[in-house]
Structure formats: C-alpha cells, structure tokens
C-alpha cells in the first residue's frame, strides 16, 4: 500500500515537473548551453520575455543582442555572427522568424550554409488568444522548401533540450518550432534525439499516425482509444521533418495499411505535405492529413482552438475509423 | 599587405582604378550581360577599399584578423571580382567566365564558390545587417579589424537598411564603414524620380552615425575619407560617394540605360580605347 502511494505520488510528481511548454525548455537549453560554449551568441526581436531567451540574456548579458522589432535585421546580425566564428540562436515568434525574414533566411542563411540557428517559439494555434496574425500554420513549409536547411519540431521538453544540444553541435541551418503551451512529456525516458531519425513508438497493422510536435502526445492518445476498440495502431514522432526519415516511414507505410499525418500546421506543405511527396514517389497507398485545412486561425484558449480545428485525439480516433 | 597602405600613393591607386575598369568591361563583354554603370561608379571606392585600406592576405582568405569587405550591392559583383582578381585571391584569367555555367564567378557573389566573397549577397538591403553582426563578432573576439561595407543608392530603399543602421548605431559599431554609392541612378530611371532619398546625409545623421560626404570618383578624397573614419569612436561611419554612374566610359557616363546591360564587343573596344 505505502509503495504505491510512493509510486503515484513519484509519477505524479514528475508528471508535473516534465509538462513543461517547449519553449520553456529551450530556454533551460540555452543557459546550459551558454554555460558550456563561450561561442554561444543569441539574439532576440524584442520579444525574450516570451520566447524564453530572456534567461539567457540574464545570465550572459555580453552574449546577448537585442535586435528590437527587426526580424530581418535580427537574421542578418545573426548570419554575420556565424561569419566570425560564433553559433548565433535567433529568436521571436514562428510567424515573424520564418515569414518576415523568410528572404533573409533564403538568401543569407541558406545560400551561403551559414552556422545559423532560427529558434522560433509561439508556433501553431496552440498560441491561443492572440489570434490569428500571431498563430504561425505555415511556418514548417516555409522552412522546408530552402535548400541547405533543417527543420525540427520537438514534442515535448525533454526532447528539446537534446535538439537544442544536437543542433549545437551540427554545422548549418537550423529551424527549430517550438510552442507556447505546456505540453505533456511523451518521449520515453531513455530516448536519444538524432538529426533526422525518427522515434517509432510502436507501428499498427490498420494504421500509422506519424506525428510531429505537440499532435504526438494528442496521437498516442488516439492510438490507446483505438487500441481499445481493437484497432491495431501505430505512432511516430517524426521530430526531424527536413530531412525526413525515410527509413521510418518506409516501415511505418509497409507495416499498415494507412498513414495519418499529424501536426499543429496547414495541411498544405509541412509534415503532412513531406510524408505525402516522399510516399507517392516510393510507397504509393492511402494517406490521412490532419491538420489546419487552408484557413487562417482565431482567438481562443489552446484547447478551443485545437477541437475547433480539428486537432484533437477524438478528430484522429474518428478519421481513423472511417477509414477502417 | 596593401602595396599602398603605408603611403597615399594616390598616382598608384588611380592607376590600379583604371585596372579595375578595364577588368570590368572586359569580363561584361564576354559574358554578354551584367552589370555596368553601378560597377564602374563604385570602382574607385573599391579600389581605394582594396589596394590602400583593407587589412588582408589574399593567399589566406579566411585569416581571422582581416577585415572584412561586404558588397551589399550584390549586382555590382564584376566590381567585387575585378579587385580580388587583381589583389591575387585567383587567377584573372578566370574573369572571363563570370556568367557562364560552372563558373565560380556568379551574376551575383556567391561565398560558396569563390574565394574572398565574404558572404553571398545580390538581394538588396541584406548586406548592412550582415556587417553589423562581423562588427559585433569581431569587437567580442577583441579584435581591431574593421568592416566595410558598400550599399547603392536605390538599395537604401529597402527598409532593412534602416533597421540596421539603427542597429549599428545603438551598439557603437564604431569598427563598421558604410560607403553609400550615390549614384543617382536606378534600373528604372533617376533615384529622385523613382523614390528619392534625400536628404540622405541627414538620414544617415538622424540614425546616429558619423557622416562624410564627398565625391565618390576623387580617389584623394576616398582615401582621406577612408582614414579619417577610422579615427571616429563610438559610433558607425557612413562615407556618401557622390558618384558618376558609368565612370571612365563617356558614353556610359549619366546613362541609366546601361545600369543592367553588358558593353557590346564594339562598345568594349571604344571604353579600352578610351581607358588608355
């Protein structure tokens, strides 16, 4: 008896310690960071209250520009620090990291491969009451279609503190999407991040959710109500959507006879539209996208939000049984 | 080093201009398309940048302590090739394949494939926000070298050039040298006509840099210019070029026409002549 309170409590505990939003995490990364590489430099638009940069602007003060509200400026600051050596973090929100200063990540970053790493919180509806002009759905597209450029989506905290060290440590540009809401911690505790590996939590004879962001904690969700109702599905958290694990879902499509696609992004040109291009070309079959279907967002809490575009577990349970 | 450095050779630099030119016209002819008028009105700032004032060593490019040069007017780039190609960063006989498929020599500067191009540039307004952060990097590493880096006039249209000349200012990039390239002229006609941009010294001034204007085809001035922005501390300086677009060719000279075309290989042999 007395241990399995210990048990509940402890899982309770950590439970609340880890749902932490990923941008709270990357800003725990940063500090760490900073402590370990003395050529950390990170910049901000006037917004590291928010995007969390603030804790490293406290702790290293000497290493920290504001840029103030000049996204393309900050991106340009940015780029010319990597040409003397150092490993810029650039960060505001998604919508005005990726689409305000898109040609200056095209031209400048990626044109010349330069050691660039575009941290962008506040991505996705989850951003809530702001509405619309502050929602980014179309950020991963944006940031996918650049030669030379990475782009990873973290799932939960945990999981962006590896990115964070991972993408230290790999020469290039980088996008990173991260969120503004707490998510809960779903990668296993012994997993390792890599650039562009997948992590297969499990795959499904009926279907395979592969995932991407805050939609793979919703996706395991969907995946233990099938389960239930004794349909047969998998879920992978495809953090790395640029370059995409191939390897992955190739097993994930060869293993079911359905693909769903999930992420807090316009179905049009992010996972969604990767998974779709990478299969129609190698393992044609059928694919499900979930996601914000070519309309804008509004204001809202996250979770009215999230039901209200379709991005629930229920929405994923529901597509999936039509399917069956 | 600079054969010029240690003295204002200015008879030296004059001469090395006129190099420059005959460069630029040269590789244009050949490659059939390009960019004239802004290359040959920004030549004496760039050679003046190359042969008196830059700390460099074009046999190692990526030397840490060098200065750095940013042609943020990208589209300027037979300028930016002539001037490395005689300062020794590769053979001149490569000039000639600027253009042409396979070439290192882009229509726009790519730092990927040519060694001394800094950074890739050819979309306007970029090249500024990039010399800032070289300056900040540099005055973090503790070193003295300083930036340059050469704007046009129709690309101080572009609104991120004012947020980083904004920038510069607020933090005291006093190690960062814009050259403003004022010639007057934009592929659709007179910078005045178009979107004018004066009084572009009080702009500059406004923004909390430290400004010289003079005459951007006076080799004497440039290189008073170039020295006496050195000395400034606290501040960016801003050095305003009022030049002649086209310079060195008459029938080039004024004419809005050949900011984009290449010299025909008759027109080429008229500017050599003339250039002699």
């Known amino acids: ?324 | 080093m600079n054969p010029a450095t240690a003295y204002r050779d200015i008879n030296f630099l004059r001469e090395k201009a006129k190099a420059v030119r005959v460069e630029i016209l040269k590789m244009l002819a050949e490659a059939g398309s390009g960019h004239t008028g802004g290359s040959l009105s920004a030549t004496d700032i760039a050679t003046a940048i190359y042969f008196y004032k830059l700390k460099h060593k074009p046999e190692d490019p990526g030397w840490r302590e060098r200065d750095r040069f940013i042609l943020s007017k990208g589209h300027a780039a037979p300028l930016l090739y002539a001037v490395l190609a005689l300062s020794g960063y590769f053979d001149v006989s490569l000039l000639k394949t600027l253009r042409k498929l396979g070439s290192p020599l882009q229509g726009h500067p790519s730092s990927k494939s040519l060694p001394g191009v800094e950074v890739s540039t050819g979309s306007l307004g970029q090249g500024l926000s990039i010399a800032n952060g070289i300056a900040i990097g540099l005055k973090m590493d503790g070193l003295d070298s300083r930036v340059y880096c050469l704007l046009g006039d129709g690309e101080i249209q572009e609104g991120q050039v004012w947020e980083a000349a904004m920038t510069a200012a607020h933090y005291r990039l006093d190690n960062m040298c814009a050259m403003v390239d004022l010639n007057g002229l934009q592929i659709d006609g007179p910078v005045s006509e178009v979107k004018g941009i004066e009084p572009v010294d009080m702009k500059w001034k406004a923004f909390g840099w430290h400004v010289i204007d003079i005459d951007g085809n006076d080799m004497d001035a440039i290189v008073k210019a170039l020295d006496a922005a050195e000395s400034v501390k606290g501040k960016p300086t801003v050095i305003l070029a009022r030049t002649l677009k086209g310079k060195g060719v008459s029938f080039f000279e004024g004419k809005v026409k050949y900011h984009g075309i290449a010299p025909t290989q008759e027109e080429l042999r008229r500017a050599l002549k003339e250039l002699e």
């Open chain 1, 1 to 324: 008896m007395g241990e399995m309170i210990q048990n509940t409590e402890h899982r309770t505990q950590s439970t609340e310690k880890k749902a932490i939003a990923t941008r709270d995490a990357y800003g725990e990364a940063l500090l760490e960071l900073g402590e370990k590489r003395k050529d950390v430099v990170v910049l901000d638009a006037d917004l590291s209250g928010s995007t969390k940069t603030g804790k490293f602007a406290a702790a290293f003060p000497e290493r920290f520009y504001n840029i103030g509200v000049s996204e393309q400026d900050m991106v340009g600051t940015a780029s010319g620090l990597s040409l003397t050596g150092k490993l810029p973090f650039a960060s505001t929100f998604a919508i005005f990291e990726t689409g305000r200063a898109w040609e200056q990540i095209r031209q400048t970053v990626c044109y010349s491969n330069l050691n660039v790493k575009l941290v962008a919180t506040h991505s996705g509806i989850s951003v809530g009451e702001d509405g619309a002009s502050h929602q980014a759905i179309e950020d991963i597209a944006l940031m996918r279609v650049l030669p030379n450029m990475t782009v990873v989506v973290p799932a939960d905290g945990a999981e962006t503190k590896q990115v964070i060290e991972a993408i230290a440590d790999y020469y290039g540009p980088v996008y990173v999407r991260l969120g503004r809401a707490k998510v809960p911690n779903v990668m296993p505790e012994d997993y390792k991040f890599a650039i562009a590996r997948a992590h297969i939590f499990n795959t499904g004879k009926d279907a395979n959710i592969i995932a991407t962001g805050i939609m793979v904690s919703v996706s395991l969700e969907a995946a233990e109500i099938l389960r239930s109702e004794g349909i047969d599905v998998g879920v992978i958290n495809m953090s790395t959507i640029k370059p995409l694990d191939s390897g992955a879902l190739l097993k994930a499509a060869q293993s079911s006879r359905l693909i769903v696609t999930a992420e807090e992004h316009s179905i049009i040109g992010g996972l969604g539209g990767a998974v779709c291009e990478f299969l129609a070309e190698n393992h044609p079959m059928p694919v499900k996208r979930i996601g914000i279907r070519d309309t804008f967002g509004c204001s809202g809490t996250p979770d009215e939000l999230m039901k209200l575009y379709g991005l629930t577990s229920d929405d994923i349970v529901k597509t999936i049984i039509q399917c069956q």
